[in-house]
Nanobody
């Protein structure tokens, strides 16, 4: 099983930067796709960035050129570097990670969510 712990959120002025981290721990064979979502009250959760199993990144149009998703050597931590932050980026950010668990001879795909970290962009 996997638990995801997020950190790095906070208050930043427009144009500023933040770096979010999401660390996976527990028992698993490997991670799969790693993603960042964000959500504001009353709105649907929005996919912001995805790092594929081959470590190919993709981004929502609203954050292209400003955000960068990456992982550490072990592929147990996913980061979101957020530059040129705008008030519209204000949200709770959640990491989402797919992973594989082996039970006996059976492989099972699972996924986990972080607890969320608040990002507020305001002057």
């Amino acid at each position: 099983q996997v638990q995801l712990v997020e950190s790095g959120g906070g208050l930043v002025q427009p144009g500023g930067s933040l770096r979010l981290s999401c660390a996976a721990s527990g028992t698993f064979s490997s991670t799969l796709a790693m993603e960042w979502y964000r959500q504001t009250p009353g709105k649907e959760r929005e996919l912001v960035a995805t790092l594929s199993t081959s470590d190919t990144p993709s981004y929502a149009d609203s954050v292209k050129g400003r955000f960068a998703i990456s992982t550490d050597q072990s592929r147990h931590t996913v980061f979101l570097q957020m530059n040129g932050l705008e008030p519209e980026d204000t949200a709770v950010y959640y990491c989402h990670v797919g992973y594989i668990i082996k039970r006996g001879t059976t492989w099972r795909n699972k996924d986990a969510w972080g607890q969320g970290t608040q990002v507020t962009v305001s002057s």
